[in-house]
């Protein structure tokens, strides 16, 4: 699975899903803690497993939506080159969508003649309404098994007929290391200190679920 997920989803989407579901997770564990005389392992464990699988499902269907509609912007640019009544106008469509990345870097005479070569470029180019691809779906089926995976070693502890009270602690820690590891992982991405990001990630992680908590959630 993790050749598959790594070719559909990009670092920063699959960290993403990762946090995601721990934070779902975690919450639902410390949530539960409230009421621990009512529940059990064998429903906490199906309680949580099966809200993070609904997620996932309805992530995965996200995934697909917001592809189509990137797909979608992107042809609607070409084609607001490709009609426009003017290289002026042309031009200024593609800074609108351009601009705002390439500001900090470049200057206004630098942007101009990029923006002239992709006006060559698009003037060739017929544009189609956006459709899902194949890729779009595999992507999705990609972001529901990540989540799924991240949520399995939150719930084992549930299957070792603990006391409830003892297997929710061991759920929380094993959910908290794992936002440490999320994030020394993502600071090998952005070239920063794996510490320092490991438990920022993990003190975010415990604040958004004590805000939900508070909140009733």
């Known amino acids: 699975m993790h050749p598959f997920i790594r070719k559909h989803l990009d670092p920063a989407s699959r960290l993403g899903e990762v946090l995601f579901g721990l934070i779902m997770a975690l919450g639902f564990t410390a949530s539960a803690r409230l009421g621990l005389e009512e529940t059990d392992n064998r429903t906490l464990f199906t309680s949580i497993l099966g809200c993070n699988v609904a997620w996932a499902i309805v992530d995965g269907v996200m995934y697909v939506l917001t592809e189509l509609f990137e797909r979608g912007r992107r042809a609607r640019i070409v084609r607001d080159v490709v009609t426009s009544r003017s290289d002026r106008d042309a031009i200024d469509h593609v800074a609108g969508e351009l601009d705002q990345y390439l500001a900090g870097v470049t200057t206004t005479a630098q942007r101009l003649r ?100 508070a909140l009733g959630g």
Not at 138 to 164: M, N, Q, Y
Not at 189 to 200: E, L, N
């Open 114 to 213: 990029l923006y002239e070569e992709i006006l060559e470029t698009l003037r060739g180019k017929a544009w189609t309404p956006a459709h899902v691809t194949r890729d779009d779906f595999l992507g999705g089926i990609a972001v529901a098994l990540l989540i799924v995976l991240a949520t399995l070693p939150v719930v084992v502890p549930f299957l070792f007929g603990l006391a409830t009270p003892l297997a929710v602690r061991l759920s929380n820690g094993v959910a908290i290391a794992m936002l440490f590891m999320l994030g020394a992982r993502w600071a090998t991405f952005v070239g920063a200190s794996p510490w320092r990001i490991g438990i920022g990630l993990m003190s975010i992680g415990v604040a958004l679920v004590a805000v939900t908590i």
